[in-house]
C-alpha cells in the first residue's frame, strides 16, 4: 500500500531564510505524490504534484520539490520564506483507483520575523 | 469561478445526537469527495462520489455515518449518533472527474465539536 510520513509536526524559520519541509513515500510502483497548503479555517490547495514527467516540479508561491527515487523522498523547498508562508502542509499519494489521495500527517510552517 | 462551498461552517452537539453537513462542488465537477481531518491528522478520505453514485466508501463508518448525493451536484453527510471522537474537521472537496492527475478542489471545511 502507497503511504507517505512527513518529518516533523512542526518547523520554524526566520523570515527569508530557506524552507525544508520532509516527505518520504513508500510505494511498490511509482508514486504520483502531491503537496498540499492550508491555511487557517481554510481548505487544502494544491501547491505542485509529481507526475513523473520531471523530477524537480515548480510550484505556486515560489516553492518546488524534487523527487528522489534512491530516498523515496518528495522533499518541498522554498529559497525564502515568507510571513504569508505560515500555515499547515500537507503531502499527499494516490493509492488506488478512482484518484484517491492518502495524506501524511501535515507540518505546521512558522515564520518569525 | 464559485469554489466548493460548505455549510455550516461550525457545529457544536452533545453525544448521540445527529448532525448533517451540506456540500456544493464547483459547478460540472462530476466527482465529489468527504474528508475527516481530526486535529494532529491529514485528511481521511470517507467517501466518494462520481456523479450520484458512489465509488469508494470502505473507510465510511456506516452504522453511523451516511451520505447521499442526489442529483450528481449537492452533497449531505449525516453523522446519527454522534460520537466524541466524530470530532473534526469535515472537508468537501470536488474534480472534474475521477481521472488520475485531476485536481481536487476543497472547500473551507466544517468543524464539528462533540460535547
Known amino acids: 500500500a502507497q503511504s507517505v510520513t512527513q518529518l516533523g509536526s512542526h518547523v520554524s524559520v526566520s523570515e527569508g531564510a530557506l524552507v525544508l519541509l520532509r516527505c518520504n513515500y513508500s510505494s511498490s510502483v511509482p508514486p504520483y505524490l502531491f503537496w498540499y497548503v492550508q491555511y487557517p479555517n481554510q481548505g487544502l490547495q494544491l501547491l505542485l504534484k509529481?507526475?513523473?514527467?520531471?523530477?524537480l516540479v515548480k510550484g505556486i508561491n515560489g516553492f518546488e520539490a524534487e523527487f528522489k527515487k534512491s530516498e523515496t523522498s518528495f522533499h518541498l523547498t522554498k529559497p525564502s520564506a515568507h510571513m504569508s508562508d505560515a500555515a499547515e502542509y500537507f503531502c499527499a499519494v494516490f493509492t488506488g483507483g478512482g484518484n484517491k489521495l492518502t495524506f501524511g500527517t501535515g507540518t505546521q510552517l512558522k515564520v518569525e520575523l | 469561478e464559485a469554489g466548493v462551498a460548505q455549510s455550516p461552517r461550525y457545529k457544536i452537539i452533545e453525544k448521540r445526537q445527529s448532525v448533517a453537513f451540506w456540500c456544493n462542488p464547483i459547478s460540472g465537477h462530476a466527482t465529489l469527495y468527504w474528508y475527516q481531518q481530526i486535529l494532529g491528522q491529514g485528511p481521511k478520505l470517507l467517501i466518494q462520489f462520481q456523479n450520484n453514485g458512489v465509488v469508494d466508501d470502505s473507510q465510511l463508518p456506516k452504522d453511523r455515518f451516511s451520505a447521499e448525493r442526489l442529483k450528481g451536484v449537492d452533497s449531505t453527510l449525516k453523522i446519527q449518533p454522534a460520537k466524541l471522537e466524530d470530532s473534526a474537521v469535515y472537508l468537501c472537496?470536488?474534480?472534474?472527474?475521477?481521472?488520475?492527475?485531476?485536481?481536487?478542489?476543497f472547500g473551507p471545511g466544517t468543524r464539528l465539536t462533540v460535547l
Open positions: 472537496a470536488s474534480s472534474f472527474a475521477s481521472v488520475i492527475f485531476l485536481e481536487q478542489f
Open positions: 509529481y507526475t513523473s514527467a520531471a523530477t
